[in-house]
Every structure is written in structure tokens, then in C-alpha cells.
């Protein structure tokens, strides 16, 4: 009776209908809803995914679709999710935070798939609760700060260059900045070949699409903070609601109405 855990999982979540929870918090992005199918796409961040109530498809860099629990997706890894509606827990980590590494403490049962790992175990029933409760008038996200803070002193994590850290910190607190890439490199004694050499090298995805991953998630943030589409977009420097829209599915191979309509919860 191998599929007795799941059904009493799904059993247990069905009185009340699924919708989306999400939290931005410094270096922590963490959303848990209901996903369907998400296209080709790749992130400018490292990924924590698990299936709350059973396993879910994931299609990596060009491989066939794979049936798992939980996986972790580096920066720049090209990926599709099958999911079928189910809710999935999406936990992203910053440079200014740690690398992929802080996440590997997070799966078990795991094994390689064309740079990522994929896993049948891990910290599963952490975001279940963590969901489950997004109602609760006391819902904080400590408990995933204590988690990373837990996962990093478990893991072996390399540093970034000093150079390359004071740019992604500057990045982190301009959202929507376009300073360009030579000034930027100036600033910290660096051609701009050599910093977007060293850029790709250590976060995983060239300055470009990084600096568009994280004008996303400004703009994310606007809009579970309670804000529509098109001020969000206009907040962090996206010229209409289209064009923001169109980056959304560019990033996560889906439409924003997907996982940014039927919010649980408003971020303060």
C-alpha cells in the first residue's frame, strides 16, 4: 500500500481550496500554490521545489519527463514542471545569500539529471505546514529563515568574489537600476568582459538576464503587496502590464495570473 501517505496527504488539504501563498523577504523568495504546466524557461536564481501531496513532471535541459517529490535547479538550468494543478512549493535563494549548495541539505533520496538534482524525499512536510496554515492571522516566515540559516551551516558553500558580490548587492537593493554594465564594472575595477565573464561564471546566469530576474521579483513584490499589475510594472520599470506579463511567462513559463491571482495572504 505504497500510495496510502499520499492519499491521506490530499485527503487532509481537501476541505479547502487551493490558492497561492507567497513570501519576498531579503534573499528568500518562496512561493506555494497550485501550478499546472510551465514551459521551457530558466531563473536567475538557484530552486528548492517539493510536491505537497504527491510527486509531480519535471522536464530538465532536454531530458524526458521525470515523475519526483522534490529537486534543486541551478541558476541558468533550462526546465519544464508538469504538475497538474497540484500545489508545489517554489523556494528561491539569492547570491547575497548563499549558492545552490545551501539547498542540497533540503532533498534526499536524490539523484543527477543534466545539472540538477531530482529526489523522492526532503523537506516535504516543512512547506506543507507552512501552507496549510497561510491563514493563520500569526503566519511569519521565520521558519524558512531558520531553515536556510540551518541548510547553510550543513552545507558547503563557496564564497563569491568580493567584486561580483558588491555588484549583485547593488543589483538587490536597485531593482529596477540600469546603470550600465561598464560603469558597473568600473566601479568595482573590473573591463566589462571580465565582469560578465566572471558574473556567468559565479551566479550561473550572464548580468543580463540576472538583472532581469531580479527586476522580476521587485515587481512580484509589488503585487502581492496588495498593488495591480500595471503599477507594479511601472513601479520597477516595466513599460505596461503586457510587458510585464510577457517577461513573467519569459521567466516562469506561465502567465502571472497563474500564481499571482487568488493570493491566501498580503505581504506587508
Keep these: 500500500m505504497t500510495n496510502t501517505p499520499r492519499l ?3 485527503a487532509t488539504a481537501s476541505a479547502v481550496p487551493f490558492d497561492a501563498l507567497w513570501d519576498i523577504s531579503g534573499g528568500r523568495t518562496f512561493f506555494c500554490g497550485p501550478l499546472y504546466y510551465n514551459a521551457n524557461h530558466q531563473h536567475g536564481a538557484p530552486v528548492f521545489l517539493a510536491g505537497l501531496y504527491g510527486k509531480f513532471r519535471l522536464k530538465v535541459a532536454g531530458s524526458d519527463w521525470l ?3 522534490t529537486a534543486v535547479i541551478p541558476a541558468g538550468v533550462w526546465h519544464e ?3 497538474g494543478g497540484d500545489p508545489l512549493a517554489v523556494f528561491y535563494i539569492e547570491p547575497t545569500i548563499a549558492g545552490v549548495e545551501a539547498l542540497l541539505p533540503l532533498i534526499r533520496d536524490t539523484r543527477s539529471v543534466n545539472g540538477a538534482l531530482v529526489g523522492n524525499g526532503g523537506e516535504i512536510a516543512f512547506m506543507r505546514d507552512l501552507y496549510e496554515d497561510r491563514y493563520s492571522p500569526n503566519w511569519t516566515a521565520q521558519p524558512l529563515a531558520d531553515l536556510l540559516d540551518f541548510s547553510k551551516r550543513r552545507s558547503q558553500a563557496d564564497r563569491l568574489d568580493p567584486r561580483i558580490s558588491q555588484i549583485v548587492e547593488f543589483l538587490f537593493a536597485q531593482g529596477d537600476d540600469l546603470t550600465s554594465v561598464i560603469t558597473l564594472a568600473a566601479n568595482v575595477g573590473l573591463s ?5 565573464h566572471l558574473f556567468s561564471q559565479q551566479i550561473g546566469v550572464p548580468f543580463r538576464r540576472y538583472r532581469s530576474w531580479n527586476r522580476m521579483r521587485q515587481a512580484i513584490k509589488e503585487v502581492i503587496k496588495g498593488h495591480n499589475f500595471t503599477t507594479a510594472a511601472h513601479a520597477t520599470g516595466f513599460s505596461d502590464s503586457a510587458h510585464f506579463s510577457h517577461e ?9 495570473t497563474v500564481g499571482l491571482h487568488n493570493l491566501a495572504r498580503l505581504q506587508p
Design 67 to 69: 515523475s519526483c517529490r
Design 192 to 196: 566589462a568582459s571580465r565582469l560578465q
Design 81 to 83: 514542471l508538469d504538475v
Design 8 to 10: 491521506y496527504e490530499r
Design 248 to 256: 513573467f511567462r519569459k521567466t516562469f513559463g506561465a502567465a502571472p
